[in-house]
């Protein structure tokens, strides 16, 4: 299986302040037909997960775009530009490159 | 829109079967895959399986023996079904759209095993 190890596993924020979150692999994500299998999602408090962000550092509909995705091959970041209050929750990536899929542990990222 | 939403039995003795259901609108469950996840309360998100418009499946392997995945074409809807469940079964599942991605989630269902 592909081991997605995220750090930090937690993150205190400050309001307005940028916020970065790494995602590393235990195996490439780059498939053959050159796209990179590298996902991120937010589960806020009391709610299902969303999809933030697909293929490393695409916004998914109505994402705002303080949220950006970077990286290749094993390593990634996900990066706030400046937090806002409805950001805190727990952020995981998400490997779609084999089966099973795969999820980091989480980051909770909280004021 | 496209919407998603879990049912089935919220309490499952030990030893029984868990069955749920994922109703889908706003997309035609012919046309895409679908996947079923779990968080087992206070922890992380776990994949159990998802099942294409060709019937393929796939599972995660410590489930694969006790777990099928079904789809009702007509009534537009996905099922999970876990044998043998014991309390280590216990957490809310969310049901989803795969493109690879999980781009629509179910809110998500408690299921509890206890006798």
């Known amino acids: ?111 | 829109q496209v919407q998603l939403q879990e049912s089935g039995p919220g309490l499952v003795k030990p030893s029984e079967t868990l069955s749920l259901t994922c109703t889908v609108s706003g997309a035609s469950i012919s046309n895409f895959c679908w996947t079923w996840i779990r968080q087992p309360a206070e922890k992380g998100l776990e994949w159990i399986g998802h099942i294409c418009p060709s019937g393929n499946t796939n599972y995660i392997p410590s489930l694969k023996s006790r777990v099928t995945l079904s789809v009702d074409t007509p009534n537009n809807q996905f099922s999970l079904q876990v044998r043998s469940v014991t309390a280590a079964d216990t957490a809310i599942y969310y049901c989803a759209r795969d493109v690879t991605a999980f781009d629509y989630w179910g809110q998500g269902t408690l299921v509890t095993v206890s006798s």
């Open chain 1, 1 to 111: 299986d592909i081991v997605l190890t995220q750090t930090p596993l937690s993150l205190s924020v400050i309001p307005g302040q940028p916020a970065s979150i790494s995602c590393k692999s235990s195996q490439s994500l780059l498939n053959s037909g050159g796209k990179t299998y590298l996902y991120w999602y937010l589960q806020k408090p009391g709610q299902s997960p969303q999809l933030l962000i697909y293929e490393v550092s695409n916004r998914f509909s109505g994402v705002p775009d303080r949220f950006s995705g970077s990286g290749s091959g094993t390593d990634f970041t996900l990066k706030i530009g400046r937090v806002e209050a409805e950001d805190v929750g727990i952020y995981y990536c998400m490997q779609g490159m084999g089966v099973p899929r795969t999820f980091g542990q989480g980051t909770n990222v909280e004021f």
